[in-house]
């Protein structure tokens, strides 16, 4: 397996996760026990999205997609 994403949390890593999911991509989220630990381990940047080496140049491209997409804020219809 490969780290295809590092996340800022737990949930970020969630999100990740269910959109390769959602694209036929096994995908597991570890490091989220780490997340908040005292001492040596920093609080941040150790949850990670992994995936299988047959996946990762398409896991790639759609966490590439997912970072670079832009946020539409539709203030008509809240």
Do not use: F
């Not at 381990?41 to 670079?68: C, F």
């Amino acid at each position: 397996m490969k780290i295809v994403y590092h996340a800022e949390n737990g949930m970020d890593a969630s999100l990740v996760k269910d959109l390769l999911s959602s694209a036929g991509i096994h995908a597991e989220v570890r490091g989220t026990a780490l997340q908040g630990a005292v001492g040596e381990a920093p609080a941040m940047n150790n949850v990670k999205v992994w995936v299988g080496l047959e996946d990762y140049a398409e896991a790639r491209e759609i966490v590439t997609g997912w970072e670079s997409a832009e946020i539409i804020i539709d203030d008509e219809n809240m």
